[in-house]
């Protein structure tokens, strides 16, 4: 009885432990996006450009999104991680970032397979990764 019980356990941690690996990789898509939005929003203010973030529907250089309206000195990246990814930028068509330090209020969802996150910015904040459910991550 206790060796049954044990089994249990163990496969009820095991079942836990097994994440799907889309959303792990979007996941990923996300923080990275988030950091990669921070850090263009930090050098447009800083550089007093307007500048903006946009997603781009497939290119034949692999790009899936462009940052515009930034300095030349160090590109930020072009391209997901993971090439299924999408991203849609809802109310609008890019994502502004500056130069003022107020942005407006803005989300992007991002979809890699039947998986679904949404970073958004209060304008204020920084952006933040939140699920289908809406619970920040």
């Known amino acids: 009885m206790i060796v049954i019980a044990i089994i249990a356990i163990a496969t009820a941690v095991a079942s836990l432990a097994l994440r799907d ?11 990275r996006l988030a950091s990669l939005l921070e850090s263009a929003r930090a050098e447009a203010r800083a550089s007093g450009l307007a500048a903006r973030w946009e997603p781009l529907t497939e290119q034949t250089d692999g790009s899936g999104f462009r940052f515009v309206g930034l300095a ?19 109310g ?10 107020l942005i407006g209020e803005q989300r992007i969802l991002l ?15 920084p952006f933040v990764v939140s699920g289908n459910d809406g619970a920040t991550r």
């Open 111 to 125: 979809r890699l397979d039947d998986q679904r996150l949404t970073l958004a910015t209060d304008g204020i904040g």
């Open 21 to 31: 690996p889309a959303a792990s990789k979007l996941e990923h898509e996300a923080t």
């Open 72 to 90: 030349a000195t160090g590109p930020l990246p072009t391209r997901w991680l993971d090439a299924g990814t999408s991203a849609q930028v809802i």
């Open 92 to 101: 609008a068509r890019a994502i502004v970032l500056g130069p003022e330090p």
